[in-house]
């Protein structure tokens, strides 16, 4: 697996890639890193793909720009600058959470670039909680996250995206979600990105009323015990992106992936199956 880094539009990206083939890019959810996809870029890799999970700007080894325009235009235009800048036409996006709304931004501001997507727990079809809105309030938004990163806090806001805790709370988690939240640049970038709600809203920028226009292949994935976007959201996702296909895994929260991972390693081999027989 390696890591790696390129300057796209003026930004510093990183991100870690593994294998060779048609090209798989992960992104990550709030407060995550691409660290969260290392064991399902092992396993893109022995299937014949090349991986690579990105860390958003603002997260994880990326750039945490303070006075960045962060929003949905941003994030998607580094996406397609990212694939330009490595030579590829286009790829399959397996994004979870946050990232959802970014992979769908980009399948609208640049289709041609998305070949397929894999939409887990994604973002964009809930309200946003006042907590979201406060933490973008200077001081205020930077002490939320200080006491947030508590490892008591991290181990219960985790515990309560499971559907079965205990087996998935490691020690490593708990630390990549404590790290995620802490330190000065950390929590500014958090804080700069959350004051800038509506840039990253997929209704208040307008591309959710373009959902219709999406014709890329769209598969949805989500937990059935999901507590952080319950299935109604699934329902509205599945009925608003034309043609996309919503499976619902049992005894699954918010992280299918890693709660989950045997039947969700099979939903996406076999929805990859097309991209590996057809890489054009």
């Not at 918010?254 to 969700?264: G, M």
Request: proline share 6%; with cysteine.
């Amino acid at each position: 697996m390696r890591s790696r880094w390129l300057r796209i539009n003026g930004y510093q990206l990183h991100w870690i890639e593994a294998g060779q083939g048609p090209a798989v890019i992960l992104l990550h959810g709030f407060a995550g890193s691409s660290a969260d996809w290392e064991p399902t870029i092992d396993w893109l890799a022995r299937q014949g793909y090349r991986a690579l999970a990105v860390d958003a700007l603002g997260f994880g080894r990326s750039e945490k720009p303070v006075n960045a325009p962060y929003g949905l235009h941003l994030q998607s235009d580094l996406y397609a600058g990212l694939l330009t800048a490595l030579g590829l036409e286009r790829a399959v996006f397996v994004a979870h959470s946050m990232g959802g709304k970014y992979a769908l931004a980009t399948a609208l501001r640049h289709p041609q670039r998305v070949a397929r997507m894999v939409l887990i727990a994604t973002d964009g079809f809930s309200k946003p909680s006042p907590l979201t809105i406060i933490g973008g309030w200077p001081i205020l938004g930077e002490t939320i996250l200080w006491l947030s990163a508590h490892p008591a806090v991290v181990r219960a806001f985790l515990a309560a995206a499971f559907h079965n805790p205990e087996p998935y709370l490691t020690a490593d988690l708990i630390e990549r979600g404590r790290v995620a939240i802490s330190g000065t640049a950390n929590r500014r970038a958090l804080t700069a990105l959350s004051r800038r709600y509506a840039a990253t809203d997929l209704t208040l920028t307008g591309l959710r009323a373009r959902l219709g226009e999406i014709r890329t292949p769209t598969l949805l994935v989500w937990g059935e015990h999901d507590r952080v976007f319950s299935l109604d959201y699934a329902q509205i996702a599945n009925r608003e992106i034309p043609g996309s296909q919503l499976v619902v895994l049992p005894h699954c929260g918010h992280f299918p992936h890693i709660e989950a991972v045997r039947p969700f390693r099979g939903l996406l081999g076999g929805f990859l199956a097309p991209v590996h027989q057809n890489p054009s």
